[in-house]
């Protein structure tokens, strides 16, 4: 299974082009075109989406995709054979909550939802899946609402509220044009985001809840958003400076300027980035780890307790349970998921080699002042039925989304 590389247009920037990859199962379009072996699979309505950092692009998903196509395989593979023996001659039919499945894959059980295991032989789906690259961003053309550079060399640009305009934007179009979905809210929609892209993520749902049916989030080495990198350091030089409270185990006074000199230089929300991804209100968004809460699919819109009671709350509950009898099943928990690196390891990679990772050597001690951000996610989730997970620190690991695809895959 590969996916499909093309350039897509958005209707509110007709000038420029984003360049996406894409697997769309069971579905038809002059404009796309899968494999046969992608194409004869039942349609999914799942929608897994990937959102970039700010250095790499799109491609840099690939193995952990690749990865996650090999694990789905080989679970269909292994339901599909479960199922054709309990239907064997020597059973007297299938197993209770199995159902059948025919030769491409549809039978009268709901197939497995993205994340799920092949359960009481339930055939897991492949879902729809979508990387791209942002405006300015990978193989996309810039975002033609940025100052044109030949006039204005400004490294700012477009804002985190145009990213997420944007992305909403490709949603709508991809599936209209290729899930042939005339509302959006008929997806569930997962998000695997990386960096950067984990605040947008954020920002996504603050500012298009109810419109789309966000279920899951996955959180790779999420950005401090509300942070500009360099206070997070004590000031050597500022006139509360304790060096008894401030200079943690095998650090100077020295050090510590460095530090903040280089996390100013690299860092901070007034350096501009290639993408022209204008950072410096970032933090006036989202000024919080742990807020604005995340709001659940579902809220407010009719669930088993929302007080309806009678013979007509007994009707439409039937009605809807008949409804998605015969579709593709649905999520009805949200699930978040962070993962981080192991600082150790990230420290003592980065100290060796400069990468893509880190822009310059990155002492050992930092992670001693970096403060706990990601632990305060926990709490962007409200109780059940929302589900959490983390925050994971994954021993050994340096950079989740190139160093680790398996995290992501799994």
Known sequence: MKLQDISLTLPHKPSATLRI??????????????????????????????????????????????????IRNKQRRSSTSSNASSSSPSNTGPKAGTGTVSKNG???????????????????????????????????????????????????????????????????LVSRQFLSRRDLKELDVVIVANSIGCPLARLYNARYYPDVRVVG???????????????????????????????????????????RRMFRDKFHPRVGNPERLDRRGLRGLLPWADRPKLRLPGEGEGSEDDGRDGDDGKKQDKAKKESTRTTTKRITRLRVIVIGHDWDVFAEHNEKVCSFSFPFPFPSHCPNYLPPSTRQTVLLTPSPPSTFTGPNVHPQSCHQRVHEPSLAAV
């Open 21 to 70: 990859s894409a697997l769309f199962p069971g579905t038809s379009s002059p404009d796309f075109a899968d494999s046969p072996d992608i194409a004869a699979l039942p349609p999914s309505s799942t929608l897994l989406v990937f959102l970039n950092g700010l250095i790499l692009p799109r491609s840099s998903w690939s193995e952990a995709i690749s990865r996650f196509l090999r």
């Open 217 to 259: 989030y996955l959180f790779l080495d999420s950005m401090m958003a509300n942070s500009d990198f360099v206070s997070v350091f004590p000031d050597p030089d500022a006139p509360g400076f304790d060096p008894g409270k401030d200079l943690k185990e095998g650090v100077d006074e020295e050090g510590l300027r460095w530090t």
């Open 106 to 172: 549809n039978g009268n059980n709901a197939s497995a939802a993205v994340g799920e295991t092949c359960e009481n032989g339930i055939l897991p789906e492949i879902p729809n899946i979508l990387a791209y690259d942002r405006f300015g961003q990978g193989a996309s053309s810039p975002d033609p609402s940025d100052p044109d550079p030949a006039v204005d060399d400004t490294p700012y640009g477009h804002t985190p509220e145009d990213v997420v305009d944007d992305f909403h934007q490709l949603l709508l």
